[in-house]
């Protein structure tokens, strides 16, 4: 994904009408995510790629939130996972990225809820 592309989770949309919305709001409301959610996209999105544990530490929120949203921001299609080559025993690691078709399936899905008004 486009390193600009995290300023459009952030900047203000307007209409021609001079209605104003922020963009992650609209995000937030349309995909029914959370506050922390959106800390998480945004930081992942800065980050390129990141454990949990790096996200965790990058926000300041508990991993157990962080791995609440990751799963939730994965369900959406938002991020993708893979596991991390891990060279000992125990859970493996994953890594977590943006979904590079991001920016298309938001215009895409925003264009659908347009029509099916």
Request: no cysteine; proline share 2%.
């Amino acid at each position: 994904m486009e390193r600009e592309s995290i300023s459009r989770y952030s900047s203000v949309l307007s209409t021609n009408s001079g209605l104003k919305v922020r963009s992650d709001q609209l995000i937030k409301a349309i995909y029914g995510l959370s506050e922390t959610d959106l800390m998480v996209l945004k930081a992942l999105t800065e980050l390129n790629n990141a454990t949990a544990n790096q996200i965790s530490k990058r926000i300041n929120v508990n991993k157990s939130s962080v791995i609440k949203s990751l799963k939730i921001l994965n369900e959406r299609g938002f991020v993708e996972r893979s596991k991390s080559r891990s060279a000992g025993k125990g859970r493996p690691t994953f890594v977590y990225t943006i979904n590079i078709q991001l920016p298309s399936k938001i215009r895409e899905d925003l264009k659908q809820l347009a029509e099916s008004f």
